[in-house]
Every structure is written in structure tokens, then in C-alpha cells.
């Protein structure tokens, strides 16, 4: 019985520590990317698509226009990621409403 008694308490007492340790860091850089998505400048995101994606385009031409360039931050990039619905667009203006900006 003392034996029981002992791992019970060991038990409750782990379970504790478990309660206590902070959760893991995200385990792949876009996970910990993604918690930072910031929404780009209202003017930088209208110039660079109407500069730097030809039209009509996809969701994926339009992602792929945003990743090469230096205008957005990682977190911008990730931002229009996670906001940009799949469509093909015909202008700016369209992929400016999609995005509510």
C-alpha cells in the first residue's frame, strides 16, 4: 500500500511540473512566422501589385510576385498568404478588394 501511495504522489507531482513548463517554441520557422503575419502598408500593397503582377493572375502568381520582393517584411508575406483567397483576379483593384484592404 505504501508503494501505491508513493507513486501517486509522484504522479500528482509530475503532473504538476507538466502544468508549469511553458509550451514548446513552434517547431518550423513558418509556424513562428505566422504568429508575427503583419498587414502591409496600404500604398506600398497597392503599388506593388499594380507594378509587379501582371494581370490576369492567379492566387499562386500573386503570392509568388509578393515572396520576390524586398518591399514586405516576412510578416507581410505571410499576411498575404493567410488573407489572399484562391481566385484568379483581373486587376489590382480586384485583388485589393479580396484582400479588404
Not at 1 to 23: D, E, F, G, H, R
Not at 38 to 52: G, S, V
Not at 81 to 88: C, H, K, M, S, T
Request: aromatic share 4%; hydrophobic share 45%.
Amino acid at each position: 500500500m505504501k508503494i501505491v501511495t508513493n507513486l501517486m504522489i509522484a504522479t500528482a507531482l509530475s503532473l504538476a511540473a507538466c502544468a508549469q513548463t511553458p509550451p514548446p517554441a513552434a517547431s518550423s520557422p513558418k509556424e513562428a512566422t505566422q504568429s508575427a503575419a503583419a498587414k502591409p502598408d496600404l500604398a506600398a500593397a497597392k503599388l506593388h501589385l499594380e507594378q509587379h503582377v501582371k494581370y490576369p493572375a492567379s492566387r499562386k502568381e500573386i503570392l509568388a510576385a509578393c515572396a520576390d520582393t524586398p518591399e514586405f517584411t516576412a510578416g507581410q508575406k505571410v499576411w498575404f498568404e493567410q488573407n489572399l483567397p484562391e481566385g484568379n483576379y483581373a486587376s489590382a483593384g480586384a485583388v485589393m478588394t479580396a484582400l479588404k484592404l
